[in-house]
């Protein structure tokens, strides 16, 4: 089967979702449930969790203003070691022990992501900030990365960019997953979180929100149901279905079976965002 009847699925992994063995360990179950199904896997983490720890030991203090995180040199350096180092190789073993082939690597590896310096921001009545080390996507290796799904391996990527100049950025996963999926025309995105999916109301897991359209989620954050960083994570995630990405959903890695639920179409776990 060639490479573009064979659906690809792109996964972003918070941190907060690899901090234990039994985390990665569901993790790496669903990834291999979708590769069993012939589905080629990209996977995209972060590591905020493990990155704020890791600046507490080396005497540094984790600065973050309206969610976004400052990232000075010395930062850099932090970020580069837990998310390449520690949060990336751990997650490679627990796949590789669930028998998937994965490829640890970073957005500076054969320039996957490439990235600017994020110019400073107007922060209202905090002024304007420069964030620092913190770069904005420009463009996405993807005939890279096609060589290593070709090659059978599933790619986890940690969350860097890199510019012409091999200057080194730290990236919003987010912002880079959503980079990813455009550029390779995902058939799917799945967006990895604690709470699984969205709820109507966030304290009964029965209020599950089994899929919504962008008008759905319009009318819902002008409820006040929806709030917070979800709303950006919604609207940034409708946009990309007007760009070729397939499907998006948001689904709990934790949960058994979750993965390939949302890839075929199942309600019976997280959220599906659809066209309507």
């Known amino acids: 089967m060639s490479a573009k009847q064979v659906k690809t699925a792109v996964i972003k992994v918070g941190g907060d979702m690899l901090a234990t063995d039994e985390d990665r360990q569901a993790l790496a179950q669903n990834v291999s449930d979708l590769i069993h ?42 970020v ?59 463009g996405v290796n993807v005939r890279a990365i096609e060589c290593l799904l070709d090659g059978g391996f599933v790619p986890v990527i940690a969350s860097l960019g890199m510019n012409p100049q091999g200057r080194v ?28 999916g969205v709820f109507a109301d966030i304290n009964d897991p029965n209020s599950r929100i089994k899929s919504m359209t962008a008008a759905d989620a319009e009318s819902l954050i002008q409820q006040g149901v929806i709030t917070d960083g979800m ?3 919604l609207r940034e995630s409708f946009a990309l279905l007007d760009h070729g990405v397939g499907t998006i959903a948001i689904g709990n890695a934790a949960s058994e079976g979750a993965f390939l639920a949302l890839a075929t179409g199942s309600d019976r776990a997280g959220t599906r965002l659809i066209t309507g």
């Open 169 to 196: 950025f730290n990236i919003n996963a987010d912002t880079t997953v959503a980079a990813i999926a455009r550029a390779m025309q995902a058939d799917l995105l799945l967006l990895s979180t604690r709470v699984g």
């Open 37 to 78: 199904a012939g589905w080629r896997c990209v996977i995209l983490h972060g590591g905020g969790p493990q990155l704020n720890h890791l600046q507490t030991v080396y005497g540094l203090t984790p600065n973050k203003v309206e969610g976004r995180r400052v990232t000075g040199a010395a930062d850099l350096l932090v």
């Open 231 to 233: 709303i950006p994570k």
């Open 80 to 138: 580069k070691q837990a998310l390449c180092g520690e949060v990336n190789v751990d997650l490679v073993s627990s796949l590789a022990a669930a028998g998937v082939s994965a490829f640890g690597c970073h957005g500076a590896s054969g320039q996957l992501i490439q990235a600017e310096k994020r110019p400073p921001m107007d922060f209202g009545a905090r002024g304007v900030i420069d964030l620092g080390e913190v770069g904005d996507v420009t």
